[in-house]
């Protein structure tokens, strides 16, 4: 094995990749939820939007399938890192305690990997939902495309997959308030003093997110759009 398969494969490596391949997701959930609020500037904004990113054909396939992976990987990277942790301590700490400052150790960081396995299965019932549904059509300027507009109304306007909906973006919050920070000081990049502006700055992005995810299934179910 090559001496960057074996760095890869290390617990440190494993952590590098982690953080890598977290950034990379942060950053396609924001790409996500800008395109998400197109719709409450009406049918046609958010239909638009759909049928632009499906005229990008095969290209479009590449980059979903680039990034499922990518989100396979780094789904398999959290669980690996957290079964050799359970390997090396088979019974957990029954009380959590810092060596001096002050603990970043939440019920965020200690739930990660059950938010993490939460949020895989989410993904593969939202895709059912989003991705692979047999959508009606809607025209505009004489160009026919998909009705997003209609599927994401009729599916909000469900009480029972808002409520779950809504429950999975809080547990992504959760997961992202330490993955954020966590991915950091994977990286090295934080020291003494950045220390406490990341884990602010992770807090906020985290609530943003989340946040922003939210607003649109509650503003539909409730019919404030």
Do not use: C
């Not at 197109?38 to 239909?47: L, V």
């Not at 970043?104 to 993904?123: A, H, K, N």
């Not at 004489?142 to 809504?166: A, C, K, N, W």
Request: proline share 3%; glycine share 8%.
């Amino acid at each position: 094995m090559s001496k960057a398969a074996n760095f890869l494969t290390s617990q440190v490596g494993r952590k590098i990749a982690t953080g890598i391949t977290g950034f990379g997701l942060v950053l396609f959930m924001i790409v996500h939820l800008l395109g998400n609020l197109a719709y409450f500037a009406g049918p046609e904004a958010i239909n638009t939007y759909s049928h632009t990113l499906h005229q990008m054909g095969p290209i479009l396939w590449v980059v979903r399938l680039g990034l499922l992976a990518f989100f396979l990987y780094h789904a398999w990277l959290g669980i690996s890192i957290w079964l050799e942790r359970r390997k090396a301590r088979p019974e957990a700490y029954h009380v959590y305690d810092t060596r001096g400052g002050v603990s970043r150790y939440s019920w965020s960081s200690r739930s990660m990997i059950v938010t993490g396995i939460l949020l895989l299965l989410f993904v593969i019932t939202h895709l059912q939902t989003f991705a692979f549904h047999d959508f009606e059509y809607a025209v505009y300027g004489g160009v026919e495309m998909h009705d997003v507009h209609q599927r994401l109304t009729e599916v909000f306007q469900s009480p029972v997959y808002t409520i779950y909906y809504v429950i999975i973006m809080v547990l992504l919050g959760m997961h992202l308030r330490h993955g954020v920070w966590s991915a950091f000081q994977s990286m090295g990049w934080m020291s003494r003093r950045t220390n406490p502006m990341i884990y602010t700055a992770a807090f906020i992005v985290a609530v943003l997110i989340a946040a922003g995810f939210i607003g649109l299934p509650l503003s539909i179910y409730f019919e404030l759009v």
